[in-house]
């Protein structure tokens, strides 16, 4: 089934053109950080505090109670999708162009992004469900061994990041069309720090020295409130440590947990050094990070491009001089950032599978719709030549994207969600100085490995 390219193209310009008047260059901020930049992806860190992809839910009014959200009802369409509402203009012409040409009614429904995953998995057994939805990669785990999804065959793979395609795979199979990748960098401030440090080692000397002369107040601005493995975690891989190891076939052992292991022992009392030279700040919560960053009294932050986006006080509103660019080694080791990836899934109970595999494999697969579903959301695009196009217009997403290439999928297996709160609370503890980095890390590996065997 091949899908005609000329009705579509038109589609997308009118998406376009309806995204431009309605100035959708803002994203609803629904991974990690971007849902709630105060606290830490993708529904990433969903297990710990809300993940990496679920917004915080808005307050009953006064006097009112608080009630499950209505279900969402199978629209009356050969081929449904479930988008969220900055998606869904993007998607909407499409699907209609592509409805057209094959002969078939379809339906965009509109559906908040943090609800579509639980969703699912009511409404697609009881055949209430849709052909496709938009989710995260790290949703996979759930969503796979439940069942609820298919693979995907995706004939142009080789057009996306490789990051992406390893980031929506599972055990090895594809299950998604990826679209969007988001990670995080090194914002250095050019006025303090004019050439970058080619090593985290070279990082503390002159960041240390500059607050040391009174040029800067917090040396590295990365929040960790009172910790933070999400923002840590490419600090923590560069002084050696890993999080699970690799099966054979290369998918995750989450009977292998790599925070007691010599590398992840190393880097725990690595932390405790950066917290006893003062190159890490105890409790640095999100505000602080970006208020410090932002107004010059930070040399370095370790943040994603939701800090440089905010309206008034992201660090394009406050006109700091800064850069991003990958965080640098230490020792040689390079200190890989989690990557959360969004993209297109298809339903295990899907009323028309075929459609659905051809419209997230055809349609939206391709290098003008990635692009344009980047101008709607500001992720940027997981086909190499759109987001190739997007970084060529802007540095910041450049300078993310060369982070990125050393990033990891953030782990979508279910063991992943016993390992936030036990690794949180090691960080508070080596940062407050009430534990040793060895006593603190070999503590929450021993909870983590409960948890993971209680299932």
Known sequence: MKFRHGRWLLALIAALTLLAASCGGDDDGDTVEAEDAEETTTTTEAEVEDTAEAEDEAEPAEGEDEEEAAPVVRADADLVIWADDTRTPVIEPLAEAFGEDNGISVAVQEVAFDEIRDRLQTAGPAGEGPDVIIGAHDWLGQLVTSGLLAPVDLP??????????????????????????????????????????????????????????????IPLAVQNDPGDPFHDFPLYTA??????????????????????SEGGLAAAAQFQAWTESGLLTPSLSYDVMIESFGEGNAPFAITGPWAVAEEDRGFKATGVNYVVEPIPPLAGTTAAPFVGVQGFMVSANAENPLFAQTFITEVMSTQDVQ??????????PAHTAAFEEAAAGDPDIEGFGKSGVNGQPMPAIPAMGSVWSAWTDAYALILSGESTGEQAFTDAAEQIRTLIAEG
Do not use: H, K
């Not at 395609?165 to 594809?174: D, I, N, P, R, T």
């Open 156 to 217: 142009n793979a080789g057009d996306f990041s490789s990051v992406a395609v390893e980031a929506m795979s599972y055990e090895g199979q594809l299950y998604g069309v990826p679209y969007a990748i988001e990670n995080i960098a090194l914002l250095r401030n050019v006025d303090l720090v004019p050439e970058a440090p080619a090593t985290l080692e070279e990082l503390e000397t002159v960041a240390l020295d500059l607050v040391e002369s009174g040029e800067a107040e």
């Open 371 to 380: 692009a344009a579903l980047f101008e709607a959301g500001g992720r940027p």
């Open 239 to 260: 002084a050696g440590g890993y999080l699970f190891g690799q099966n054979p076939d290369g998918s995750l052992n989450p009977d292998d947990l790599g925070l007691d």
